[in-house]
């Protein structure tokens, strides 16, 4: 079955899918996006996404081309159109298409795009035993804050990584400072058993899993800090954790060459990814004892 997608007010086969070529979008990454789950015919978390998206369209003075409602049915429309239960959208809106100029066109209609896929679940094999990961430079711009489709330095990162044959890269300022990683946010457990992450600032994305994680730590007692940490602190943290929407609760057991902890996922980061999949899917599938094997495939 060909898959369907929704581009400004019609679904049509994603093979067929076309915007202008002037699309602000694609000549001046003019444009945001949002990526989320839905689990068994319904959003997950989808109301932290659309508000994340309507944050992100504002700090770039784009107007919302629809209600929160109106795009949440949509959404729903495509997963269906797409006959799935569990999925990932993608949605992205643009500034519209206009004759190429640097400033803001007059007047311009945003450009809506809706994908949706079956839904892939972390390799069973990495969240039971984790991954490792590279340290790059973070030389994004400086509102990182807003979901924007202008990515080519997370990609330069994510290709480090993969050709380092890593997971993911951890992205550092300042010399040592770690912010967030290519496509993640991350976390250590410290010397002291307290998460530590970095705090929302025009420096990272504030992930949508790093908000449900954080409140799920603090319901199971796990002590939180949003304060930066450093590479030697990562090197010398008893766990390291990323999140995303697509890593879920990801162990980080090496950093290079370095292990973290002993080298394998610790307590707390079992705990969480325990709280996670509760949180994502209720009593679908076994209690989580070992999160890999308890993960439903979808």
Known sequence: MA???????????QSQAAVHIEDRGNQFADGVYEVMKVVDGRPSDGDRHLARLARSLASLRIEAPMSEAALQQIVMETVRRNRLRDATVYIQ???GSAPRDHAFPKASVPTVIVTAKRMKRPDPKAYAEGVGVVVQPDIRWLKCEVKS???LPNVLARQAAREAGAYEAFLTRDGDVVTEC???NCYIVDAEGVLRTHPLSPLILGGVTRSVVLELAAAEGIPVDERPFTLAELEDAREAILTSTSSWVMPVVRVGDQVIGD??????TRRLQAAYHRHVFGNRGPAVATVADAMPVV
């Not at 080298?263 to 707390?268: F, K, N, Q, R, S």
């Open 149 to 151: 489709v202008s990515l």
């Open 3 to 13: 898959r369907i997608a929704y581009v400004n007010g019609r679904y049509v086969p």
């Open 263 to 268: 080298g394998t996922p610790g307590p707390v």
């Open 93 to 95: 809106i643009s500034r």
């Open 182 to 184: 290519s496509a993640s």
